[in-house]
């Protein structure tokens, strides 16, 4: 094993570090999706048998994660990643029968009206969440009282407010740090929609550091220094970047 990984195995995720961390960092599409799931299911109310759309699965870590710690049934759809490169992690887990696979863009998902008890997305509703109409579209999916998690990237102070995105972050994801609002911008974005009532909404207080510890590992293992997200990271020291770890109930 490299020795980088063993940075992976960290006392505050107790639960993610019982994974491969081999299997988890070939599976890499973003930061740690374990870690921003196990902090984000500190504010959920999971119990074995609820019905949990895994939006913007991508391949697949959270939705086995999901499946084997809490016992729920998963549908993990996701745009980019086809069902039959999620499978083998399936199998491998032994989860083949409480996670279903599917290929869905965001704003035409194929399930019926309050079919799920809650929808939780990792690191991908920044991709397609933040239009004013998608909150709306997306509850029609939760049942009465069904809960809603993302864990986006976020910026401490909106870009609106800082004027526009810093140029340390700019310089490795350009315009794409437009969506990474802070968490009191999800609060307001959503509640105002009286359709949900906002459980929680934080910024993740290790967010920085787990990003650039989980970066530092990448480019460990890919032999390369100081790539676009450590500079980026590095560059922030801390001051802006983070996740908006946000769940929201839907009114009943
Ligand atoms: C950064 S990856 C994160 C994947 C996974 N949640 C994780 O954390 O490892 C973002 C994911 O969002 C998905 N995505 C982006 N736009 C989407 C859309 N319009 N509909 C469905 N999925 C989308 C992509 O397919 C991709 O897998």
Redesign the pocket.
Known sequence: MHPALARLARPEYPRSSTYDPEWLTA?D??PN?LW?LEDLAKDLDLRPGMRVLD?????G??SVFLAREFGVQVWA?????SPEDVLPTLERFDVTSSVTPIK????ALPFATGFFDVIVC???FE??GTADTYLPYLVRFLRPEGQLAIATPALRRDPRELGGIPAHIRECVRWEALSWHPADWWRFHWETTELVTVTAARMQESGWQDWLTWAEVGDALRGESDGLSVTMLRADAGELLTFALVTARKVG
Do not use: C
């Not at 759809?77 to 990643?81: F, P, Q, T, Y």
């Open positions: 599976s599409m973003g999706p921003l939006l913007g699965s991508g391949k870590a959270t759809a996701d745009l980019w990643v869905a863009e965001a704003h990792i690191d991908a991709y397609f």
